[in-house]
């Protein structure tokens, strides 16, 4: 129903001429019921009379109210109070007069101001359920919609007269959707309220994310209808996605930053000796072209060449170390505590690829370690097992993290359920630039490896061909380390 339904029902009962009109009747039947009983109850008319005063109260209001207590007192001392059939009463009579009265006036008072807080209370509901910045719809057991407002319309679409006492669920759960929101209703019957984020279908067929809370409202002990609240949240979605995309988008970022300044260290470190070996080689071959070959500076030119290829080897070397290189804050860290970050911040990733994480953590002792470092190794991790579940396209993807501790070590295991690893991969994915993604770079685990074993831990991958284990180390902190 409307509010301006309800609002209707006040006008016809305020019009002044049927207020009066409907206390002069109600005193008037009053009047007929208890000269019929008093033959047979000599007292019935002092029900009759209260109830009509009440009636007319409730309905009329005051003015009519004490309208009818006015001649239903007439009524009363001129019919029932001898001396009967005048306006003239005896001594005895008095008392019996203005107790009479003062019941009606007072059962007539209390009927119009209960009556009056229950309508200013309607008037204040109306104003809330209309004015409420959340949509509401109200359904009845059946599910029949019986009351939206007007952001409700505003969101889905529908007014007030397309969807009253039509069934909610035909009109804004989707078809693929109707056995989440069978599954809600049957907890709204059994007494619970029920909170989730969904998604539900407008007018025009379009979808809208929702954030929607149902409330049972129980009269008597009896489920009688419920309260649907929705929010529209999919700017909020929208924006927690951009977010998210931003940051895979600066992880991406970071790494080919990473990769870039490898391979402009690379360009810088081993041009010169490079550039030594082509020029000693160059001159080998003259001194060799001589007639008798000068064997001597050919000899002297190849050791050059192996000097400054030795040169360039060890300048690749420190290169392959360099992303482990910086300023670490090492400081003593939960390894559990490290997991849950990394999980909370890939939640929306891990949606996404519809994978179920299950998570065994045990009760660690303190690692020290750089927070920022290990979460890196960690977010790594997760995603390539997501990427791999996502390639493996099974029916269940499920992504299992335990962590334990053994004989002075903090142990990670990070298991997926995708494409798995051979044993020839297991040897290979640590290398850099090696991947098996289509738009990888190679970088993630040579990464994480370097960093794992500069706090001193030990990172692996076990082949499987069901799925892959990569489990990491970390040695336990000692008092000392603690102290620092």
């Known amino acids: 129903m409307q509010l301006r339904e309800i609002r ?15 206390a002069l009747g109600l005193v008037v039947i009053a009047l007929s019921l208890s000269l019929l009983l008093h033959p047979y109850v000599s007292d019935a008319f002092i029900v009759f009379f209260l109830a009509a005063v009440m009636i007319v109260g409730w309905f009329g209001r005051t003015g009519p109210g004490l309208f009818s207590v006015a001649i239903s007192t007439l009524a009363v001392d001129y019919f029932f109070i001898v001396p009967r059939h005048a306006f003239v009463m005896e001594v ?37 359920f209309e004015q409420s910045p959340e949509a509401i719809m109200l359904v009845d057991a059946r599910d029949r919609v019986q009351r939206v407002n007007e952001e409700f319309s505003r969101i889905f679409g529908y007014t007030s007269n397309e969807i009253v006492d039509g069934v909610s669920l035909s ?43 149902a409330v049972p409202v129980a009269i008597g002990g009896e489920r009688m209808s419920y309260y649907y609240i929705f929010r529209d949240i999919t700017e909020n979605k929208r924006a927690a996605e951009a977010l998210q995309r931003a940051h895979a988008e600066l992880v991406h970022l970071s790494r080919v930053t990473t990769v870039g300044e490898l391979v402009t260290s690379i360009a810088h470190e081993v041009n010169q000796p490079i550039a030594a070996v082509v020029t000693n080689g160059n001159a080998a071959s003259r001194w060799l072209a001589q007639h008798p070959p000068n064997l001597d500076e050919a000899r002297d030119a190849l050791e050059n060449i192996v000097r400054d290829a030795t040169r360039a080897g060890d300048v690749i070397g420190r290169i392959r170390t360099m992303v482990q290189k910086g300023t670490a804050h090492m400081e003593p860290l939960d ?12 939640d929306a990733e891990i949606r996404r690829g519809e994978v179920r994480v299950s998570t065994d953590l045990g009760k660690l002792p303190s690692v020290i370690g750089d927070r920022v470092q290990l979460q890196q190794v960690m977010l790594n991790l997760i995603i390539n097992a997501i990427d791999a ?38 040897s290979r994915i640590f290398n850099p630039f090696f991947t098996t993604k289509p738009d990888g770079i190679g970088m993630g685990l040579t990464i994480s490896r370097s960093i ?19 489990s990491f180390t970390l040695p336990v902190a000692g008092e000392s380390d603690e102290a620092n």
């Open 452 to 470: 794992i074993e500069s706090h001193g831990g030990r990172l692996w991958a076990v082949p499987n061909e069901t799925g892959s284990v990569l």
């Open 171 to 213: 009109f804004i759960v989707p078809p693929y959707l109707h056995d989440e929101a069978l599954a809600s209703r049957t907890r709204l019957s059994l007494g619970e309220s029920v909170s989730m984020e969904t998604v539900r279908m407008r007018k025009d067929g379009s979808v809208v994310q929702v954030s929607e809370i």
């Open 92 to 128: 005895e009579g008095i008392p019996y007069f203005f107790s009479f009265l003062l019941s009606a006036g007072c059962a007539s008072l209390l009927a119009s101001t209960r009556k009056q807080a229950e309508d200013k209370q309607r008037v204040h509901f109306d104003k809330l």
């Open 335 to 346: 390894c559990n505590e490290v997991i849950r970050s990394v999980l909370n911040l890939l």
């Open 8 to 22: 209707a029902e006040p006008r016809f009962y305020g019009h002044v001429l049927f207020r009066y009109g409907m």
């Open 389 to 426: 579940m996502s390639a493996a396209n099974r029916h269940a993807n499920i992504l299992s993290i335990l962590s334990s501790s053994d004989e002075g070590f903090v142990r990670v295991q990070v298991h997926d359920t995708g494409i798995g690893i051979t044993t020839e991969l297991a």
